[in-house]
């Protein structure tokens, strides 16, 4: 497995933040959750600027913090599923409006890619799925980010069952090329697909991985925007900390 990202120790800051809020049922100031979490404080107000817009801090009458709603609704075990999909589903809503590209939320699971939530508009459409993204792995920004987090063993294994077809002039075919080049990806930098899959379309992607399970952040932009893309990309990338987040909560 690749070293943990930025948004993962964004996302590990995060968790102790909330336990410190947790502990204190009453309200707790910010200095005295720097105190406890040893966090330096443009770290803390950055955070819990994130916390407060998720829904998982809220501020009271004097200016102490206490739990959120959004942090009690994925805490319950009951409707937690349902929770937690409308809360990712608000994170990459307000990522799509903030990116300005379609956003994807994609997992790897029992050797296959899915993807589980999207955030579309009129003017952030979705990419035009013409060959199914799960045979295309080779191709897609989602793809190649979902194999880089496997081993070299999972990745030989699903490139077995499928064919890198060539679905643009742009499409790597060679297994061999393919391995090297997810080999090389540094994991802090975003996975991208520049008219790879489909012509007339780039992509980015950035791992979330939490715990044991496989996951991505994935954007899409029509390529009369390609010269957004690495500013996206970045974007999309600090905006995955509260994905990772809400997984693991």
């Known amino acids: 497995m690749h070293e943990p990202t930025a948004p993962y120790h964004s996302a590990q800051d995060a968790l102790r933040v909330l336990e410190t809020v947790a502990r204190h049922s009453t309200g707790v100031t910010d200095a005295e959750i720097a105190r406890q979490t040893r966090l330096g404080t443009e770290r803390l ?3 819990l600027r994130m916390l407060r817009r998720e829904g998982y801090v809220e501020q009271i009458t004097d200016g102490a913090y206490v739990s959120g709603v959004a942090l009690s609704r994925l805490s319950s075990a009951h409707g937690r599923d349902r929770a937690l999909r409308e809360q990712l589903q608000q994170t990459i ?64 294994d699903h490139l077995a069952r499928h064919r890198m077809a060539r679905l643009t002039s742009r499409t790597i075919t060679s297994e061999r090329l393919l391995l090297s ?69």
Request: hydrophobic fraction near 40%; charge should be neutral.
């Open 93 to 156: 809503d307000r990522l799509r409006d903030s990116v300005g590209a379609a956003i994807y939320i994609s997992r790897y699971v029992d050797g296959e890619i899915h993807v589980t939530q999207c955030a579309t508009s009129p003017a952030t459409p979705a990419v035009n799925e013409w060959v199914d993204f799960r045979s295309s792995a080779h191709a897609s920004a989602i793809g190649k980010s979902l194999l880089g987090q496997l081993d070299h063993k999972g990745r030989r």
């Open 181 to 249: 080049r997810l080999d090389a990806q540094p994991p802090t930098m975003p996975v991208l697909d520049l008219q790879e899959y489909a012509v007339g379309t780039v992509c980015a992607a950035v791992p979330i991985t939490a715990g044991s399970s496989v996951g991505c952040l994935a954007l899409s932009l029509p390529v009369e925007h390609a010269h957004r893309l690495r500013q996206a990309a970045d974007t999309l990338n600090r905006g995955a900390a509260p994905v990772l987040l809400s997984l693991t909560i």
């Open 45 to 47: 107000t950055a955070l």
